[in-house]
């Protein structure tokens, strides 16, 4: 069916070492549970794509997860962004998105997690998810809240469609068009998941 691989951030920083710790330990314990084929401590968004697109090349790939911090619309390995304008052509990440676009199983099969606080939330998160599933041809999932042990707010997208989650939804301040901060996960929380849950239902996608 396809490669399930796991990306997490490998960098150190300091005053989170026990949260990098549970990343760089939570990885080899999902491989060991076979939940998926190989994970990855990236050092930069250069370096994580680089991986996805050199990995067992010429397989396709039915999975991919990461692991890191997020905000509305963005994702981060250490102060490194990952935004909607990678898709654009001449961007630096460009070439190595369309390379890991052809390893995408047809019919928008595979599907691309950002495990991320807030990443799916407001309007940019809206704008991110739409463009990133459009853009790779797959089925995307992220979180509009803060996510810990607990994760909230998860939504799925298949390409083509538009959310149809609430761009309001896990806000704690700020609009939907200016965002400040982000509701922290509760079990109460929409789409509440524990982080050994590996699957993100279908129903939860919009459709």
Not at 56 to 75: D, L
Not at 125 to 138: D, E, I, Q, V, Y
Not at 150 to 167: A, F, I, K, Y
Request: aromatic share 10%; net charge positive; hydrophobic share 45%.
């Amino acid at each position: 069916m396809g490669l399930r691989l796991l990306v997490f951030d490998g960098t150190p920083k300091k005053g989170e070492r026990l949260l990098r710790a549970a990343w760089s330990t939570g990885a080899p314990l999902y491989r060991a549970l076979g939940r998926v084929d190989a994970h990855h401590g990236a050092t930069s968004w250069a370096d994580a794509l680089a991986w996805l697109t050199q990995f067992r090349r010429g397989e396709p790939i039915s999975e991919i997860q990461y692991w890191g911090h997020g905000k509305w619309g963005t994702v981060f390995i250490a102060n490194d962004v990952f935004t909607a304008r990678a898709l654009e052509a001449g961007h630096t990440h460009f070439e190595a998105l369309a390379a890991l676009r052809a390893r995408m199983l047809p019919g928008g099969q595979s599907l691309m997690w950002f495990r991320t606080c807030e990443t799916f939330g407001a309007r940019a998160g809206h704008a991110f998810a739409s463009r990133l599933a459009n853009f790779l041809g797959a089925r995307v999932a992220g979180h509009t809240h803060v996510i810990g042990a607990l994760q909230s707010g998860l939504h799925g997208l298949h390409p083509g469609e538009t959310p149809r989650w609430s761009d309001a939804e896990g806000l704690a301040a700020g609009s939907p068009d200016a965002p400040v901060s982000a509701k922290g996960s509760s079990p109460d929380a929409p789409h509440t998941i524990h982080f050994m849950n590996n699957v993100v239902p279908e129903a939860w996608f919009s459709s």
